[in-house]
């Protein structure tokens, strides 16, 4: 797993606690949509949080199952915007 | 409802009838299925469904109503205990799911000692025949969320679904040839009434099974949607995304905003992010198939006053009893089944349990006479959430409330006396493995004491009071 992969999925994991009350714990291949860890307003918490604290633009069109599916997926989304 | 859709196939066999991020049917797919799945059906059985929105469930449904058989559609992501109370109020026949679905449902029969067929759609079937125990002419059970902590089913027969979808045929017939987008889930009423108001108008309709807006954005592009159906709450988060800036959705020309708690600020909001769309409100309830009224505000109209859904449409009436808005239509279901048919009113007319009135413009909302939360489109009953709160061994007494919130519509907050010492995060975990999602509490507040009713019961005024100190609103 690389940094920026367990710093996304410390996040996400973050996200989801504060969201929902649930304690999860994540791998970077979690499958985070299938198994309804992210409903609508966690999606939403979620992306406003990474732009934070990533200091990332993201667009609504990043919002797709490929990316926002798996940690690994928004670690890739991230580190490919960081450029 | 079954003809028009064949003539679809017969003039449009290749036209996009429904689809899903999965799969797209075309019309001839959708009636070749649907006569498959009549086939293997028995008239007057009673048939579950725990499948995703999209052309199976829409296939099934419809093969159920050509063999004579009972659509029961199911929520797809409900756990175990949910599905229990569903099952056994009223017990189908069969329950289609996938493998991947079934667990929550195989879950609740084990528990309630049901043999009941569980179906995957991908193998082939063919039932025993089955007595009857629902009246002849009935289509259709729509589960909805009932004031004694039970989501009751709403029996429908066929005219009540041919009435409904007559009488919205005015408002999507326009639609015909182009696409549609609804995100609803199909099991409810609204979302399994667009899909098929859609379809036989020779509409495309484009469902969702999650929220993905970069996804369904892709999908509505491609397709060129015209119309895009859901929820006040679906429309804020759409809205907070950007979804309508620029040119982002060049083909849409209207908006379908469902629920009654579209207010003047949300269609403000989406006039200035594009004041090309027309944007059409519809009222409706679970217990009448489709909407009793509608409202189009063309982009040159004034934005109408706050709560005003429009004018009933035909078939429909509506009157006030006091201040409680009552409908009578050919819409209307048969009644709720509860051990045996109840009806839903004894003199025809419909108690909708919101309150408002009406003058030559139509319809005002003001709110519920019922307790229920509006939350994401979804009616829900606090009842049932409180039930599950007492259910946990260190919790005393709880009251579950609907406090407003800019993007949900409505937030759920319980306010929760424990025993000894308890956690709110233990009690969230509770709830989440009892309930779906959206019936889950934001919020929970533990306090001392809940206040109570000189009988003993909590006095929900008071703790209203507390729990807007609580959430300093």
Redesign the interface.
Known sequence: MSALETEVTEVVAATIEES????VELTPETAL?DE?Y????T??QL?AKLQDRFEVEL???????E??GTTRGIATLIDDRRG | MLEPLHRWSREAPDRIAVAN?KAAWTFRQLVTRADEWARSLREGSVIASVLPSGPELTALQLGCWQAGAVFFPLPL?AKAHEHRSSLTTLRPDAIVARADDAGAVREALEAAGLDTHLVDPAAPVSLPATPRVLPADVAMVQLTSGSTGRPKPIVLDRAALEAGTRANATATAPLAGHAVFSPMPQFHAMGGATVLEHLVAGASVLVAN??????D??RMVEHEVRCLVGSPS?FR?LL????FDGDGLPALESVVLGSASANGELLASLRRADPTLTLRLRYGLSEAFGALTRLDIAPDDELPPRGLVGRALPEVELRMVSDEVEARAPSVALGRWDEALVPLTSDGWLRTGDVGHVDPRGLHLRGRRTQFIKR?GHRIDPGEIEQVLVGHASVREAVVLGVTDP??GQRIVALVEPVGELA??V???HC?ARLT??K?PQR?HLVDTIPRTPSGKPDRTAARARVEVEEGT
């Open positions: 929902t009350g649930l304690t949509i309804g992210l409903d609508s307003l999606v939403l992306f667009d609504m069109d990043d919002l797709t199952e990316t926002f | 991020a992501r999650r929220f993905v807006p970069g996804d954005r892709r679906y988060m907070q995304l950007g979804l994401q993007v949900q709110a995060n009690l969230i975990r989440r999602s959206y889950v929970i």
